[in-house]
């Protein structure tokens, strides 16, 4: 529900015509942040395509991946803010990555927009005959082995916190990437995984379970599961996908690229919209301005909190 | 993909300290990696403690396996060489000679130059037509999109190594050579440039 | 068995119908494509399969893309390329004893001496005939071998297991790699090492990178293999003729053809096929032998078996038989270890491991092979194991493959004599330009072009020192799924550090891989 408030809110905000000033000397290059033929990827050159058509400026996307956005963004960073440099990847590479890096930080980057949001949510095999995190515990606490699928940091100390608030005891296996954690719990290499998005065909066939939701509301794919919230763990690993630039970048380029792609996002019609619906559904979330940047900041030094737990 | 069978050398065994080299130079690397490189260069030890408070092994876990791994296997190389000294047998024995050394330093100065003239023939070529009053560009970046300045300097740049590459092959040029170095430049400006999209030819991936 | 006809079914309606269920001939083009472009590359002298595929993959992608519809038509021309190169290998071969591949080296020492005595036609239809016999052969193979290994592999494995098992195979290579085993186990670990430049597995940023937040992704698969592979070579072949003192090329003129092949002759070649053929099947089902020592096995077996040994080197056609059909039912078994378990066994191979993992979702290993029992969804699809379908979607790109070798593939070998006076000095300077772009276009700029430069003068060291490229190039593809493999075993294991020792086949795995490098070890003494 938010977020369709929010598109009509930076639909008024930003769409007006009188913006329209500012147009790239050249080409812009988008960086996206993670590999070709992945979701990020189809999601950045859609819209890439469709800005193009839009404004009729020259939009390069350019794939540049590696540890979740931060090889792009590392990259990024030492670029002109002149608009015609942007990068695509997710909010925890902004909120959370620069923890942990020595050359990112999230003061370092312009934040234009975010486009859509994730999934995030707590997945088991159906076979495993758990339905909820309680059946979680009660297996655990029966002695049984559980091993958590986890793609990065971040996620991992989330299930550690999840794990601990249980007050059961897991083993963690890092894999490649969400739909590695996917393959993980399929074949079997673990019990109990995290994903963000690109489980719903398994969802949907049947094959995977959710368990609970790791976002601040219910998952669309079943809404039903409480949040990590309802069961007394504070936690939100949600992120949403974002187009960034380096830091100081001027007012007029940031809201013009931004309202552009409000523009676009909030065009039914528009095939960027549709494949947003499909796989990150229910629609579009844009936040952009100042709100943006206080959520980056604000869920950073949140994240930093987290993390404290663990350095004892 | 490799020589024909027949070709396996003969006067092996008097470079048999090529093989020595290859021993030694392997335990130099390795001792440069475990003392220098690694310690430097990654960001965990060789076991570390994660989250829960677990050892699990770091990310040098694996390199400094490796590398451990080739001590034994250099030793055993340097070893059976030196055994294998006096009679045939051993590991075959290779060289790198000086001329192969000045062959490499000319293909890549050949390169390099082909490098040199992709980056340069675009902005020459922007001055130039700014300079006439037909363009008014701010620089290359701003035309690293448009024809025929995206793909000015890769077509120049590649004719050269292509031509460049047949002077060293054949020790002269002919008129023809040059045409097909163009043609082949102009072939890939053909299937990168103009049939497919969002594909950038050197140099304009790196602006 | 009804699933098992349903997947074949689905395998091979998915090459000819697209997601859609829309009629679709771009697949089936492509491998015509292949076929064509393989042959002709077979017949230029300095040009091989592997070659002609490392350089067509990076250009495939550039014009198809990354997408599940893309991985059809790439695959389908490497295919083609790959049968399409071991045919056309042979002609310049018999015609003017310059053997286009290194494979087809052995072919020469009976296939010229029948083209001298005016049976050249004669000679190069006995080739073509073998080659695509040895070839159907070892597919047949193929199709039945690799599920059945696959279904029983996955049965088995765990995480240590598939851990011990890479090792295993990583050992195995080494040690049948040839005359410097030592030296090739260097490379290998070598090869292994590179490739851990830019990953990371615990979050703690990017290793080995020399502070290059480019290099924060590893680097970039197919310009590394396009350096290692092919530049060097053609780095060392035009060094070759720049050393040369008469480097002008001669031209040659094809010699009297002669009557063609009659199908009687055919008929009576078929056992020396078989023979040849299944020794060229078994050596290929094996990673890490090259296809010389299938048909140079072939080539002495058939000699000795032969009523008359004394013919062959003066031109027998049962020579031509035994080396073409063992050469060419290499290419197919080969597929064995690297569709069940992702493990490639020589350098067509690579290409084919590397077009699948980079294009799509699917990936190759034990999981192709798995029966998922096919369910209709509501709303959403199909559910079913796509990598299973596309399994049997390469084994019908392959027949097609036979199928064209066996009709275009005869009718053009004649003409092919022609090919062999295109000037190798303009060839390789031509072949370095498009790879150098290639890298460049592909893998993220300059990064890709450096990264193929480096790994030339890695490929090029490698070869001069007479260290075997093989255990390199695989140790680079496989060492990331060992380090995934043993580090996920042991946290997953809750952090027992003999986790490797507690599964008896992994133990017997391991135990495998000593005997293997003990048995090394006593060789190179």
């Known amino acids: 529900m938010k977020s369709i408030i929010m598109v009509g809110a930076s639909l008024a905000i930003f769409a007006s015509p009188a913006f329209a000033e500012w147009k790239p000397d050249g080409p812009i290059r988008l960086w996206i942040g993670y590999g070709a033929g992945g979701g990020t990827d189809v999601q950045g050159r859609t819209l890439a395509k469709e800005i193009e058509a839009l404004r009729g400026w020259k939009v390069i996307p350019e794939n540049k991946a590696g540890d979740d956005g931060t090889v792009m963004s590392a990259q990024l960073k030492s670029e002109a803010p002149d608009g015609q440099t942007l990068g695509f990847a997710i909010t925890t590479t902004y909120d959370f990555a620069p923890m942990n890096s020595d050359n990112l930080a999230p003061e370092d980057f312009t934040y234009i927009t975010t486009t859509a949001g994730s999934q995030m949510a707590v997945l088991a095999r159906a076979d495993s005959g758990w339905n909820t995190l309680e059946d979680l515990q009660a297996a655990a606490n029966g002695g049984e082995q559980i091993v958590w699928a986890n793609w990065g940091t971040q996620v991992e100390a989330g299930a550690e916190l999840v794990a601990r608030g249980l007050g059961i005891s897991v083993n963690h296996l890092r894999t490649e990437g969400g739909k590695g954690a996917l393959n993980a719990l399929v074949s079997m290499d673990a019990n109990v995984g995290w994903g963000g998005g690109v489980q719903k065909p398994l969802v949907e066939a049947g094959v995977l379970k959710i368990l609970a939701s790791a976002e601040t509301g219910p998952v669309a794919l079943d809404p039903e599961k409480p949040t990590l919230k309802d069961i007394g763990v504070d936690l939100n690993l949600g992120y949403q996908y974002i187009i960034t630039a380096p830091a100081g970048m001027p007012e007029e380029i940031r809201e013009e690229i931004a309202s552009v792609v409000a523009e676009i996002l909030a065009n039914p019609e528009s095939e960027t919209r549709q494949f947003i619906e499909k796989q990150y559904p229910p629609a579009p979330i844009v936040t952009q301005g100042e709100a943006l940047r206080t959520q980056i900041l604000s869920t950073y030094d949140a994240n930093i909190e987290m993390m404290k737990v663990f350095d004892k | 993909m490799s020589d024909a069978p027949e070709e396996i050398t003969s006067s092996s065994h008097q470079n048999g300290r090529w093989n020595l080299w290859v021993g030694f130079g392997t335990l130099a690397f390795a001792a440069l990696c475990l003392l220098v490189w690694f310690p430097r260069d990654i960001g965990s030890g060789f076991m570390q403690q994660n989250l829960t408070g677990r050892t699990v092994p770091g990310d040098s876990f694996f390199p400094i396996l490796l590398v451990a791994l080739m001590v034994p296997l250099a030793a055993l190389l340097i070893l059976s060489q030196l055994r294998a000294k006096r009679g045939t047998g051993g590991e075959l024995v290779g060289h790198i000679s000086l001329e192969n050394l000045a062959f490499l330093g000319r293909c890549l100065i050949l390169t390099g130059a082909s490098l040199l003239v992709m980056n340069i023939v675009g902005p020459s070529l922007i001055w130039l037509t700014n300079m006439t009053g037909l363009t008014t560009l701010s620089g290359y970046r701003a035309a690293s999109a448009s024809f025929p300045f995206d793909v000015s300097g890769y077509f120049f740049g590649a004719t050269l190594l292509t031509c460049g590459l047949i002077r060293i092959t054949r020790h002269r040029l002919r008129p023809s050579d040059l045409l097909i170095g163009a043609a082949t430049a102009a072939v890939l400006i053909l299937i990168f440039d103009g049939l497919l999209n969002n594909i950038q030819l050197p140099p304009n991936a790196d602006l | ?525």
């Open chain 3, 1 to 525: 068995m009804d699933l098992l006809l349903q997947y074949i079914g689905l395998g091979v309606s998915s090459v000819f119908y697209g997601a859609q269920g829309v009629l679709q001939l771009m697949p089936v083009l492509m491998v015509l494509i292949g076929v064509l472009v393989g042959i002709l590359i077979g017949a230029v002298p300095g040009m091989s399969g592997p070659f002609a595929m490392a350089i067509a993959l990076p250009i495939l992608v550039s014009i198809f893309g990354y997408g599940n519809d893309a991985l059809y038509p790439v695959l389908g021309c490497l295919l083609g390329i790959m049968k399409g190169a071991t045919v056309g290998g042979a002609v310049p071969a018999i015609l003017f004893k310059t053997p286009g591949t290194p494979d087809a080296f052995l072919t020469t020492l009976d296939g010229y001496p029948m083209a001298r005595k005016g049976q050249g036609r004669k000679a190069i239809q006995t080739a073509h005939f073998a080659s695509v016999m040895g070839d159907n052969f070892s597919d047949i193979v193929l199709f039945i071998a690799a599920p059945t290994i696959a279904v029983a592999v996955e049965r088995i494995l765990g995480l240590p297991e598939k851990s011990a098992l890479i090792i295993l195979s990583l050992c195995f290579m080494a040690a049948v790699v040839g005359k410097a085993p030592l030296k090739g186990l260097l490379g290998g670990l070598l090869g292994m090492f590179v490739s851990l430049i830019g990953s990371t597995m615990s979050g703690n940023g990017p290793r080995l990178t020399f502070g290059l937040p480019e290099l924060g992704n590893g680097l970039p698969l197919t310009s590394a293999v396009l350096g290692v592979l092919v530049i060097s070579e053609v780095l060392m072949s035009i060094e070759e003729m720049h050393a040369a003192p008469s480097s002008e090329d001669t031209t040659r003129e094809a010699p009297e053809m002669g009557p063609p092949l009659s199908w009687a002759e055919r008929a009576r070649m078929l056992p020396g096929i078989l023979r040849a053929a299944a020794i060229g099947t078994a050596i290929g089902a094996l990673p890490g032998i090259g296809t010389t020592t299938a048909a140079t096995l072939s080539y002495d077996t058939a000699k000795r078996r032969s009523a008359t040994p004394e013919a062959f080197g003066r031109g027998t056609p049962e020579g031509v038989v035994a080396t073409e059909a063992a050469n060419s039912a290499v290419s197919g078994a080969n597929l064995i270890p690297v569709m069940s378990l992702g493990i490639p066994g020589n350098f067509a191979a690579v290409f084919i491991i590397l077009a699948v993992e980079t294009i799509g979702d699917f990936s190759f290993g034990p999981q192709v092979f798995q029966f998922t029992p096919i369910k209709e969804i509501e709303g959403f699809g199909t559910i079913l194991n796509a990598n299973l379908v596309l399994a049997f979607g390469i084994f019908t790109m392959m027949v097609v493959a036979n199928f064209f070798n066996w009709t275009l593939g005869g009718l053009l070998m004649g003409f092919l004599g022609h090919l062999v006076r295109i000037p190798k000095a303009v060839i390789l300077p031509v072949i370095m330009t498009v790879s150098l772009t290639a890298a460049y276009v592909q893998d993220g700029g300059y990064l890709g072009l450096l990264t193929a430069g480096v790994f030339a003068m890695i490929g090029y060291g490698l070869r001069r020192l007479e260290i075997s490229i093989l255990p390199f190039v695989i140790g680079f593809l496989l060492a990331p799924t060992l380090e995934g493999l043993v580090r996920g075993a042991f946290t997953a294991s809750g952090g027992d550090a003999f986790f490797l020792l507690k599964s008896p086949i992994a133990i017997a795995m391991l135990l495998m891989s000593l005997l293997l490098l003990a048995r090394m070890f006593r060789q190179s003494r």
